[in-house]
């Protein structure tokens, strides 16, 4: 199986290119975030003539989750439990939920599209809110690893964090200034680690970002962050034998400003795939 998830950055705008880069790239699987439409605005024809069936959640012209399939999507579900909500002034445990959050099974596999909260500044309440959006996070991976330790999970999506100083090369996120690299948020990325997950992609791809913002020339300048993410409970990451972060999709026109990220999956079905592993 090859898995990619992909922030599209409005997939009304960039279906044409979405589409040709699954069908390139013969991927199978793919998470999408920041759809920004509602279900009934996706473009579902242009994924279906390629192959894929689609799941997608969203609720208005912001956040939106999908996932893109050429296998069945099996127990669908919008929202992992504990999950929070937010809307601004409104405070409490029912506070509306965002889309952000889309799980499927997939040949076996447990998919998450995740778009975590960006958090805005360190003393926005969208920050706190974003801290308890991953703290519940956390609790879900924990206990469906606990009900079952040999679940093939992955978590995959848009994190809006830099986990290491390795992962910022924005010289405008700066510890203890900006959202992305506090302390908290660090402790609650390697949090999920610690609660059974591994980050597949970096120990085959040592190297490289996954957004640059569109201003100051931040692409040219290489000066990104890796806040994209595959990350796997042991039987996933057991499984991967290949991976990709897909730089070039940045150029071009109408690029998103992240790129696609890529896993190849070895799920011990066969031998009949003749595909060309990524490294």
Same mark, same amino acid.
């Not at 939106?64 to 929202?79: F, N």
């Not at 100083?165 to 949090?191: C, K, L, M, W, Y």
């Given at each position: 199986?090859?898995?990619?998830?992909?922030?599209?950055?409005?997939?009304?705008?960039?279906?044409?290119?979405?589409?040709?880069?699954?069908?390139?790239?013969?991927?199978?699987?793919?998470?999408?975030?920041?759809?920004?439409?509602?279900?009934?605005?996706?473009?579902?024809?242009?994924?279906?003539?390629?192959?894929?069936?689609?799941?997608?959640?969203?609720?208005?012209?912001?956040?939106?989750?999908?996932?893109?399939?050429?296998?069945?999507?099996?127990?669908?579900?919008?929202?992992?439990?504990?999950?929070?909500?937010?809307?601004?002034?409104?405070?409490?445990?029912?506070?509306?939920?965002?889309?952000?959050?889309?799980?499927?099974?997939?040949?076996?596999?447990?998919?998450?599209?995740?778009?975590?909260?960006?958090?805005?500044?360190?003393?926005?309440?969208?920050?706190?809110?974003?801290?308890?959006?991953? *703290?519940?996070?956390?609790?879900?991976?924990? @206990?469906?690893?606990?009900?079952?330790? +040999? $679940?093939? !999970?992955?978590?995959?999506? #848009?994190?809006?964090?830099?986990?290491?100083?390795?992962?910022?090369?924005?010289?405008?996120?700066?510890?203890?200034?900006?959202?992305?690299?506090?302390?908290?948020?660090?402790?609650?990325?390697?949090?999920?680690?610690?609660?059974?997950?591994?980050?597949?992609?970096?120990?085959?791809?040592?190297?490289?970002?996954?957004?640059?913002?569109?201003?100051?020339?931040?692409?040219?300048?290489?000066?990104?962050?890796?806040?994209?993410?595959?990350?796997?409970?042991?039987?996933?990451?057991?499984?991967?034998?290949?991976?990709?972060?897909?730089?070039? *999709?940045?150029?071009?026109?109408?690029?998103? @400003?992240?790129?696609?990220?890529?896993? +190849? $999956?070895? !799920?011990?079905?066969?031998? #009949?795939?003749?595909?060309?592993?990524?490294?």
């Amino acid at each position: 199986m090859r898995l990619a998830t992909w922030n599209v950055n409005s997939i009304r705008a960039r279906v044409v290119r979405t589409v040709e880069f699954a069908v390139r790239e013969d991927v199978d699987v793919l998470a999408m975030q920041e759809i920004k439409c509602k279900p009934e605005q996706f473009p579902y024809a242009e994924f279906e003539a390629a192959g894929y069936h689609v799941e997608a959640h969203g609720l208005n012209q912001w956040n939106g989750v999908a996932i893109a399939s050429r296998l069945p999507l099996e127990q669908v579900e919008v929202g992992f439990p504990g999950m929070p909500g937010f809307a601004k002034g409104h405070d409490g445990p029912d506070a509306p939920q965002e889309a952000r959050a889309l799980g499927a099974t997939v040949d076996g596999v447990r998919v998450w599209s995740l778009y975590v909260p960006n958090g805005r500044s360190l003393d926005d309440p969208h920050y706190t809110y974003k801290l308890a959006w991953l *703290e519940a996070l956390r609790g879900y991976t924990a @206990d469906a690893l606990a009900a079952d330790p +040999d $679940l093939a !999970l992955a978590l995959t999506g #848009d994190f809006n964090i830099a986990p290491t100083d390795a992962d910022n090369g924005d010289p405008t996120v700066i510890e203890g200034v900006t959202t992305h690299v506090s302390p908290p948020e660090r402790a609650a990325f390697q949090a999920l680690l610690d609660a059974g997950l591994a980050d597949t992609v970096r120990p085959l791809v040592p190297t490289g970002y996954t957004y640059w913002d569109y201003k100051q020339l931040r692409f040219p300048r290489n000066e990104g962050l890796r806040i994209d993410f595959i990350l796997g409970s042991h039987s996933f990451a057991d499984a991967v034998v290949g991976a990709a972060i897909h730089r070039d *999709e940045r150029k071009g026109e109408i690029p998103s @400003d992240h790129v696609p990220v890529v896993v +190849d $999956l070895d !799920l011990g079905g066969g031998d #009949d795939d003749d595909r060309p592993m990524i490294f």
